[in-house]
C-alpha cells in the first residue's frame, strides 16, 4: 500500500507540474479526448477526486452526494456538463489551486487505511488499494490529454504497471460490461517495462493466445486513449484481438476506442 500511495501521490505531482506551466490558450484547447480543453480535464479529475475523499472519509456523505449526481445523470446532464457547472467560477490557475490541495487530502486519507479497508464508490465497493490505484489510472489517463494539449512526450514510468495490472485484470470485464461471453482461454501478457529491465508479465507463457508489446502501448489501449492501429502491440487472432478491440480499464458503460488515428499527437519535442 506505501508503494501504490507514493506512485498516486506522484502521479498527482507530475501532472500538478504540468499544468503550471499551462498558458491561457492553452488550458482552453480542445484535446482529442472528445473535445474537452486541459480546464476539462483537471476539472473532471478534481470533481471525482472531491467526492473520492468522501469515500474515504463520510460514506454517508458520500451516499448523499452520489444520489444527487445519479439524480442529474439521469436528467440527462453529462458529467462534462455537470463538473464545468461546478467549477465555472475558476480559471485554470484557480482550478488548480482547488484541486492539488483535495488530491493531496486523498491521498493522506488514503493512506492511513488499512489496504483491505472497503470503501463505497460507483458500483461495487473497492479494497483501499484498489481505490488508490484506480484514482492513478485516472489521473494518469486524463493527464495523458494534457500532454497531448501541448503536444510534448510524456515520460513513461514504473508507475505504469499499475495501469497495466488493471488492464489485464479487467480482460473478463471488458466482455461482460458489453454483454458478451467471455473466453475460455486468457491471453499470456509480456509487456516492455518502461527503461528497460525485466518485462511484466500475467497469466500462462504456455496459453496459445499473447499481448505482447510496451506497457505505455497497452495502457494507452486499455484506457482508450489510442486505437489498437494505432499501437505497436503483437497479439494473436482469438480471444487476444477480441479483447484488445473492447479493452477497458474503467468502470461505467461500455465505451468505444477512439477511430483510428483520432488520438494520435504531432509532437513538438
Known sequence: MESTIDDLRAEYAELAGLARALTPAQWAEPSAFYGWTAWDEIAHLCFFDETALLAATDAQAFARDTAALTAQLSAGQEISAIARHKYRPLDGPALLARWEPASARLVDALAVLDPKARLPWYGPSMSARSFATARLMETWAHGQDVWHVVR????????????????????????????????????????????????????????????????????????????????????????????????QCFAGEPADAPAPGVRKVAYLD
Not at 174 to 188: D, G, L, Q, T
Open 152 to 247: 510534448r512526450r510524456r515520460p513513461a514510468s514504473e508507475r505504469l504497471r499499475h495501469i497495466a495490472h488493471i488492464g489485464v485484470t479487467t480482460f473478463g470485464w471488458s466482455f461482460v460490461n458489453r454483454k458478451r461471453p467471455v473466453p475460455a482461454v486468457v491471453p499470456y501478457v509480456e509487456l516492455e517495462a518502461p527503461g528497460g529491465g525485466e518485462p511484466w508479465t500475467w497469466g500462462d507463457p504456455a496459453s496459445p493466445e499473447h499481448v505482447r508489446g510496451t506497457a505505455l502501448d497497452f495502457c494507452l489501449l486499455v484506457t482508450q486513449r489510442r486505437n489498437l492501429a494505432d499501437t505497436s502491440l503483437v497479439y494473436t487472432d482469438g480471444a487476444a484481438k477480441a479483447w484488445l478491440s473492447i479493452a
